[in-house]
């Protein structure tokens, strides 16, 4: 099944598999830091939604199309977002997201740029190469219980 993304649940069933369980949203932020921070699920029709979140600051559509960011501009901007995340999950991890479109990052002369950022982020220890759907198959495998148990719970 390669159907993900919003809207995935409407275009095909998946008998049991990872669309019965979660469908990726992708979710824009909002005045700088999300109120309900990085994740969150919660059930909706009887399926779980996780929501990863998503930059548009590190997106190569409005870099390369709307501001006409030149490749090292787009390396340096997206190494620069990776360290403060980095830094900033030393203790309880994050995600950084990474939205790119092949017909324009891998053009042959934006490519080595892109390039150079995957170089510099798996050069750090500890980094998980992952796409969404492998993030929220990690999160509800190992996360969404306890999530669940301190909603019931009450929140604050």
């Not at 649940?9 to 598999?17: A, N, Y």
């Not at 030149?70 to 030393?90: M, N, T, V």
């Amino acid at each position: 099944m390669q159907v993900v993304g919003f809207g995935a649940e409407f275009h095909q069933q998946d008998e049991g598999g990872v669309l019965s369980q979660v469908v990726e949203v992708q979710r824009l932020p909002i005045g700088g830091e999300e109120a309900a921070g990085d994740a969150e699920a919660f059930a909706r029709g009887g399926q779980r939604l996780v929501s990863i979140p998503y930059s548009l600051e590190v997106n190569d559509v409005p870099l390369f199309v709307m501001r006409n960011t030149p490749p090292e501009r787009y390396a340096a901007l997206c190494k620069a977002q990776f360290d403060a995340l980095y830094e900033e999950g030393a203790e309880s991890g994050t995600v950084m997201c990474l939205p790119i479109h092949p017909y324009l990052v891998g053009q042959p002369h934006r490519i080595a740029a892109f390039e150079e950022v995957l170089r510099h982020v798996a050069g750090h220890e500890g980094v998980w190469l992952a796409t969404g759907r492998e993030i929220a198959r990690h999160y509800i495998d190992n996360h969404l219980a306890a999530h669940e148990a301190w909603i019931a719970e009450g929140t604050p």
